[in-house]
């Protein structure tokens, strides 16, 4: 037997509208129900015959015919979402998952030096180390494309290139712009100068003549002659290299040589820069551009300013020498802030991130309190 849900439903609604219980309670009806919930459970009141007789009045019903629903309105096409860019990498992206990163190169830096014809591989990853699919553009250099990756190859002659990469990060285009610095080679130096410009002579590695040097002076590695330099002109002296740096910061106190003037700027350096600035905020000691007192110096000038040792990383152009502001805000720079700079700065090194030389250098009539580090892989402090 067929189950007639139609008719189901009519007859239901038959009896809903038959039905007296259907029709609502009068006055003298509402004041019995009052005395019978007064009496609780005795049940004074005989519900099937009230007091008063109240003659039913019959209600129509009228069901109205339901309107013929209107078509829907199509909906209007949405507008192309986009793409949301993010601007250079800053600070805020080494703990941001929304960054297209770039393999060996770090989020904290903007700039690549790179020597004549050298080619770059240009490998875009996620925060976790991922391959993420990209596409790069440059306004120099060549670029050859392969799978999940690109490789940048410098052009011939020194100059600045910018290469920029988009990827899909978490659902969002997101780029990466990267200065590709081509440098001078080292090679180019001639009787300890570049163009008139003094450089002085570089130790072959350790050698003999600096073994006593050797203890706590971390990887030979560190101690190669610069591969180049990297020429300082009136157009790239305010280059941005990190959020808070530029490539003129680096420079050393010297004048220049006839136009011209050099420097070598390792990116780790700024990179651990850029760390310190986010550890002393982690800590409760928000600051901005940490000032540099000193940065690159030649080794012609690290011996002209009375400096006796061959080997100082200021000369290999990964470590820097920074003033101490006033970190707990109590209207003066003093040994306090120092220990408070030094302990973030030994914080980074003893996690193994960019492990350097570290020292306290107390104020003179020049300066103020100024604290040395660089990147020379062991954790050293004088």
């Keep these: 037997m067929r189950f007639n849900v139609s008719a189901v439903l009519a007859a239901g609604l038959a009896l809903s509208f038959a ?24 049940g004074l009141v005989d519900w099937a015959a009230p007091p008063v007789q109240v003659a039913a009045v019959p209600v129509p019903v009228v069901i109205a015919a339901k309107p013929a629903a209107k078509p829907a309105p199509k909906a209007a096409p949405k507008p192309a979402a986009k793409p949301v860019f993010v601007p250079h990498p800053t600070v805020a992206h080494l703990r941001s998952t929304e960054v297209l990163g770039v393999e060996n190169v770090s989020p904290a830096v903007d700039f690549v030096p790179v020597l004549p014809g050298e080619r770059v591989p240009l490998r875009a990853i996620s925060a976790n180390g991922k391959p993420v699919a990209a596409t790069w553009r440059s306004n120099g250099g060549t670029l050859a494309f392969g799978d999940h990756m690109a490789v940048w190859q410098a052009p011939l002659e020194p100059g600045v290139m910018h290469v920029t990469g988009y990827g899909l990060v978490n659902g969002r285009t997101v780029r990466r712009n990267l200065t590709m610095v081509v440098i001078i080679p080292g090679a180019k130096v001639t009787g300890g100068k570049l163009n008139g410009y003094p450089i002085g002579i570089y130790p072959k590695g350790y050698g003999t003549t600096v073994a006593g040097q050797v203890a706590n002076r971390g990887t030979r590695d560190a101690y190669e002659v610069p591969p180049g330099f990297v020429e300082l002109t009136a157009a790239n002296v305010n280059m941005p290299v990190s959020e808070h740096y530029k490539l003129g ?4 106190k010297d004048n220049w040589v006839g136009g011209h003037k050099y420097l070598m700027v390792q990116p780790r350096v700024v990179e651990k820069l850029e760390r310190i600035i986010m550890t002393l905020h982690a800590e409760g000691y928000p600051c901005g551009k940490l000032e540099l007192m000193s940065a690159y110096r030649s080794p012609f000038l690290n011996e002209d300013i009375g400096n006796t040792t061959t080997l100082s990383r200021h000369t290999y152009g990964d470590a820097v020498d920074m003033l101490v502001p006033d970190l707990n805000k109590d209207g003066k720079s003093d040994k306090a802030d120092a220990g408070i700079m030094m302990a973030a700065i030994t914080k980074l090194d003893k996690a193994g991130i960019l492990t350097g030389g570290g020292s306290i250098y107390a104020p003179n009539g020049a300066h103020g309190f100024f604290i040395h580090t660089d990147t020379r892989g062991a954790l050293v402090r004088w």
Aim: aromatic fraction near 8%; glycine fraction near 10%; hydrophobic fraction near 35%.
């Design 19 to 42: 039905s007296p219980a259907w029709a609502l309670p009068t006055k003298a009806e509402g004041a019995d129900r009052s005395k019978s919930d007064a009496h609780g459970k005795a």
């Design 249 to 252: 910061d680096f420079a050393g």
